[in-house]
């Protein structure tokens, strides 16, 4: 149960007489428009931290119909509120949220919003877990990302990638975390995403990352002790096969992961001491460049 410092629940704001109505209930709000730069509505992230309830242990977004039946069917509560209302032509984003009480969830009791891609890098190497999607997703305007705390320093155990939606319950019942941003974006082919689960075991945790987007650089992380993530991260488009790759040999223990759809975020990353893996997710292709940083 919750200590008065967990989340408990979360709620979104689209106009000002819904922000009336929430701050009339005890919600609290993160004073960052959700829309900024996007001439949409003022939209606003409020959340409760209430003693003796449960904690909040997961936050997910979707961005089109398809991964919303996952989240449904695995027990998540959806807020019924677009994060892009008032953009035409956005993408339809949603937020939904989870009591989990598997080994892999966490209590979150921190939130917080970044706008511009200066803010990152120092939340990452503070600890906190970012959320892979953009809130101002096709909408224009800055790069939005919620980012979590945790009650407990948790450590990345396992990542793993699926092609499309059909095993999306069974992830989430797994105790997976979606990374909320398909690899394939705007390159055609698969709806591709990152998964990954946590765990309080520093001993348990990954110690690299590292992307291969050709035979021989494949051959190279195999000798390097690396294994891979057998799902092309470029399924269906026509572009290079692209896999991730991991390592849990080594004094590191990764924290937490990035993936950047965003080039002033790649040098303010790489700026910060980052780790920032070079190769593009969808290289060979007409998608948007995309890299991983990790902590």
């Known amino acids: 149960m919750a200590s008065g410092k967990q989340i408990t629940t979360l709620n979104v704001s689209t106009c000002k007489e819904e922000e009336e109505i929430l701050a009339a209930q005890g919600y609290q709000f993160i004073n960052v428009n959700l829309n900024e730069g996007a001439r949409g509505n003022q939209i606003f992230l409020w959340y409760k931290k209430e003693s ?3 904690p909040v242990t997961r936050i997910e977004f979707s961005f089109n119909e398809q991964m919303k039946s996952g989240l449904a069917d695995a027990g998540y509560e959806q807020v019924k509120k677009d994060l892009n209302a008032g953009v035409s032509d956005a993408d339809n984003i949603f937020l939904w949220y989870f009591y ?3 080994e892999y969830d966490m209590p979150i009791v921190d939130l917080k919003v970044t706008k511009g891609a200066k803010e990152e890098p120092v939340l990452l190497k503070d600890g906190w877990e970012r959320l892979g999607c953009d809130l101002n997703r096709n909408a224009g305007g800055n790069y939005i990302y919620l980012w979590m705390k945790r009650e407990k320093t948790s450590y990345i155990q396992e990542i793993t990638a699926t092609v499309d939606f059909t095993n999306d319950k069974q992830m989430f019942d797994e105790g997976f975390t979606r990374v909320c941003e398909d690899t394939n974006r705007n390159a055609g082919g698969n709806y591709v995403f990152l998964w990954y689960r946590r765990t309080t075991d520093k001993k348990q945790a990954l110690t690299a990352l590292d992307v291969s987007t050709s035979h021989q650089e494949e051959e190279k992380l195999q000798k ?11 399924k269906g488009t026509g572009g290079n096969v692209v896999y991730l790759w991991h390592k849990k040999e080594g004094d590191q223990s990764i924290q937490a992961m990035a993936l950047l759809i965003n080039r002033d975020a790649w040098i303010e990353y790489q700026k910060a001491g980052c780790n920032f893996i070079n190769g593009n997710l969808n290289e060979g292709n007409g998608g948007w460049e995309m890299h991983i940083a990790y902590k």
Not at 224 to 234: A, P, R, S
């Open 52 to 54: 003796g309830k449960s």
């Open 100 to 102: 989990g009480s598997t």
């Open 224 to 234: 390097e002790g690396y294994k891979v993530i057998n799902v092309d991260l470029n």
